[in-house]
């Protein structure tokens, strides 16, 4: 229990105020994004307070990242848009549960380092469209109800009053740390424009007006799907999405807030921790999530470090559901929709335009792809998947020009191809044009010095150049292969014969072999 309390409260890092401030701050973020994500998704408002409250105390205690923020997430709400308009609510609370099951056997595989085959341009463009969405998001709430029942922008005072309220929010949010850091600036932002709003009698959007966010406790409840093979079918392409995009966010996020605190925190324990909470969210009537790119930031901007930030994040959105949803309806759109701005200005890596004529294109072109992708389909785990693939493929390509082989003939005749460079698929084509069987002498060697055999094609090419010269009466002999080609070529023994050179330094033969 003793080390329990430690690992939530850390008293040498930080302040138990600055962490419950910080929390509260975040809660109040925490009801306009969770009740927006669930129009999106097409369930009660309810439903995605309850998943910010279970996912966000879950994930704070057991997670890999303290400091980082978890709930309801518009990743996860646009995936079952179509699973709850074709077969309702329940089948979403089953998949929330599959997708919990998947996030947990990710963890237990200690896949979650899998993470780090992300290159930088990826992270970079990752942020920079997710910045980018965060701020586009908002302008929602600078329309109104028209005539014909749309949404049509907003004119006059109401226009106004928004814009007014909007930039004060901003202003103190920026400017107030330069004074005092007792207390968040985010809080104080929206605490301000609260009561000005209140007491000024302006007439401007507050949370309210999205939905009423009043409820009791989440209740256990089994979904109700008949157990058999066609649910799991219909359920399992959706899980299998929501755990990919949940898992890749949420990993993502983590090394964001792992950059910004300099610290590192557990990416298969943060996978499992997300699968536990989306597993307890969908028996308790929720949607899905993971980690909040937004949130996490405010949290950590705020001075949270720690898990109490997140676990007071999660009970004070409790709170307001059960004790203070009036007041909390009075909070004006305004403030929060300031908070968002001043997230995705700082989400926004600036620094990674500085640096287009500093890297190669190739990464420029990856960056700009990722935030691309992430814009326009706000579809975060396609985006990162489409921009390693990419990066990939590139560094394959660039890799492929590298293979090189300088020629020499000794005193006896024999002629030496010593190469240069990884053999691969990509550079199988550019190492077979190297050699000049009809003209070579009877015996050549090629020596791997200062290459490596890396995969199958690598194999299949050398086997090719073999043969070319078996069918001419000619022997090739290997040289300073290193162990892991020699083990490539050990398991492929059966269907690829090559000759080890007999005075090989890197391995003890007994005479001349074939494997």
Request: aromatic share 8%; net charge neutral.
């Amino acid at each position: 229990m003793t080390q329990l309390f430690y690992s939530l409260f850390r008293p040498k890092q930080s302040t138990l105020k600055d962490e419950a401030l910080s929390g509260l701050t975040v809660a109040l973020a925490l009801v306009p994004e969770a009740v927006a994500f669930s129009l999106i998704a097409g369930v009660s408002p309810l439903v995605g307070l309850y998943t910010a409250f279970i996912i966000g105390l879950i994930t704070s205690i057991m997670g890999g990242r303290p400091g980082m923020i978890s709930g309801a997430t518009g990743a996860i709400a646009v995936v079952v848009v179509a699973l709850i308009a074709e077969h309702g609510v329940e089948y979403l609370f089953a998949a929330v549960v599959l997708m919990g099951l998947i996030q947990i056997l990710v963890g237990a595989l200690k896949l979650g380092k899998l993470i780090r085959l992300v290159p930088h341009p990826v992270m970079f463009g990752f942020v920079n469209g997710l910045a980018i969405i965060i701020f586009m998001s908002q302008f929602d709430q600078f329309k109104m109800a028209g005539q014909d029942g749309g949404l049509t922008w907003m004119t006059g005072s109401p226009l106004y009053y928004m814009l007014g309220l909007v930039i004060l929010t901003m202003v103190i949010i920026k400017f107030l740390p330069k004074l005092t850091t007792a207390v968040p600036s985010a809080l104080v932002a929206i605490l301000v424009v609260t009561l000005i709003v209140i007491f000024g009698g302006l007439d401007t959007r507050t949370v309210g007006d999205l939905a009423s966010i009043s409820g009791g406790l989440p209740e256990f409840h089994l979904p109700l799907v008949p157990l058999n093979w066609e649910t799991l079918m219909i359920i399992l392409p959706y899980s299998a999405i929501m755990a990919g995009v949940g898992l890749i966010e949420s990993l993502l996020t983590l090394t964001l807030v792992d950059e910004i605190t300099e610290t590192r925190g557990s990416g298969n324990k943060e996978c499992v921790a997300q699968g536990v909470a989306n597993l307890t969210t969908g028996f308790f009537g929720g949607m899905g999530g993971c980690a909040m790119i937004g949130q996490s930031l405010i949290n950590v901007n705020a001075g949270g470090r720690n898990r109490i930030s997140g676990i007071v994040a999660a009970l004070g959105l409790l709170t307001f559901i059960l004790f203070f949803s009036n007041y909390i309806e009075m909070v004006p759109m305004a403030a929060l929709v300031g908070l968002m701005f001043m997230v995705a200005i700082g989400t926004f890596e600036w620094a990674s335009l500085k640096v287009f004529r500093k890297v190669p294109k190739s990464d420029v072109l990856v960056m700009i792809l990722v935030t691309l992708i992430t814009v326009f389909l706000h579809n975060l785990a396609l985006a990162v998947l489409v921009g390693v693939i990419v990066a990939a493929l590139v560094f394959a390509w660039e890799n492929s020009k590298m293979i090189r082989a300088r020629k020499r003939t000794d005193e006896h005749g024999v002629k030496h191809y010593e190469i240069y460079g990884p053999l691969f698929f990509a550079s199988s084509t550019t190492f077979s044009e190297k050699f000049d069987p009809l003209n070579d002498p009877d015996e050549i060697i090629i020596d791997f010095m200062e290459s490596r055999i890396v995969d199958h094609s690598g194999l299949e090419a050398v086997h090719k150049i073999t043969e070319r010269y078996q069918k001419l009466g000619k022997i090739v002999y290997i040289r300073h292969l290193n162990n892991s080609s020699k083990a490539l070529l050990e398991k492929a023994s059966k269907i690829i014969h090559v000759n080890y050179k007999e005075d090989d330094p890197a391995f003890v033969l007994a005479g001349k072999q074939t494997v």
